[in-house]
């Protein structure tokens, strides 16, 4: 069934990315995989590479345009390109706010807006949008990386109700943390942390460390795997935790969630009330 299938995955130089671009060609899926420089990517058999930076509209529209002119259509649309931002929100200045935006929001839109005509043609497609648990949770000191999270969440709720009557369904695939270069990799706020240091501090080495024994990519992969061959379901939590956590969003009350996750990111006791 996946022979035919074309994919386009963004940000598939690393971690969940290239995980996913490595399974899904292994599992006979057409692979397009968008990333800032092809000249960098370990090269993986099976998947062909385009430039595509999600922050540029002619680099978006070029790279769709290419993968259209070679495989003829796009079934599946991975929106995996993402980066982070860590600090206080009170020290984020609105455009290192909006420089994560234009890349965890705006990348998928520039994406949809430029595969979906081709969908909607084919009168069939699927849209995947890697979001987070912290689409759904707050995340200190990653706010702007939870709120962009947040709203990717609300645009693809949205546009799946506005795309359902031409085939085309949108899915929200949530992992939780996993250990890729994501945190590596992230930007930190240029002013200093100031009053919020010592909070800060351990509130990063309690993510650090949730990371370094999280689950590996391939985990993410195999979960994007089953979306695309499973029954249809809006958001797809990635994980045992990421299930749970979910759930406990739902089902539990406010202020227990809230406990628990201020013990996750490293808050003492007595900062509860
Ligand atoms: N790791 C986690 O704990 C975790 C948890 C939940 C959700 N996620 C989400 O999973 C997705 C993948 O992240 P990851 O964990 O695999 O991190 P990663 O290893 O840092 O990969 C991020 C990818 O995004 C690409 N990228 C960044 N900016 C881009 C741009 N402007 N245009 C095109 N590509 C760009 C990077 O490309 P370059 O190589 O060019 O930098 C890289 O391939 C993200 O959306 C992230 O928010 C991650």
Do not use: C
């Amino acid at each position: 069934m996946s022979q035919n299938k074309v994919v386009v995955i963004t940000g598939a130089s690393s971690g969940i990315g290239e995980a996913s671009a490595r399974l899904l060609a292994q599992n006979g899926f057409q692979v397009f995989g968008g990333v800032r420089n092809p000249q960098r990517v370990n090269a993986i058999p099976g998947v062909r590479y385009g430039t595509a930076d999600v922050t540029d509209d002619a680099s978006v529209s070029d790279f769709v345009q290419w993968v259209l002119s070679e495989a003829g259509k796009i079934d599946i649309l991975i929106n995996n390109a993402g980066v982070s931002l860590v600090g206080p929100v009170e020290n984020t200045s609105v455009s290192e706010a909006q420089t994560v935006f234009d890349t965890n929001l705006f990348g998928p839109l520039r994406m949809i807006r430029a595969v979906l005509p081709s969908m909607r043609a084919a009168r069939s497609g699927l849209i995947i949008n890697v979001s987070s648990v912290l689409g759904f949770l707050p995340a200190p000191f990653m706010g702007i990386y939870a709120s962009s999270k947040h709203a990717l969440e609300g645009l693809s709720e949205s546009l799946d109700h506005e795309i359902r009557e031409f085939n085309v369904r949108v899915v929200l695939l949530e992992p939780t943390f996993t250990n890729t270069k994501l945190d590596v990799n992230a930007a930190q706020t240029e002013m200093p942390l100031g009053v919020y240091a010592t909070q800060a501090d351990a509130t990063i080495k309690a993510v650090q460390a949730q990371i370094r024994t999280a689950p590996s990519p391939l985990a993410v992969a195999e979960k994007i795997l089953a979306v695309i061959n499973g029954p249809y379901r809006m958001r797809q939590p990635a994980g045992g935790q990421a299930t749970l956590l979910s759930r406990l969003r739902r089902f539990m009350p406010a202020n227990a969630v809230d406990s628990s996750l201020r013990k996750t990111f490293g808050f003492g006791k007595r900062s509860t009330s």
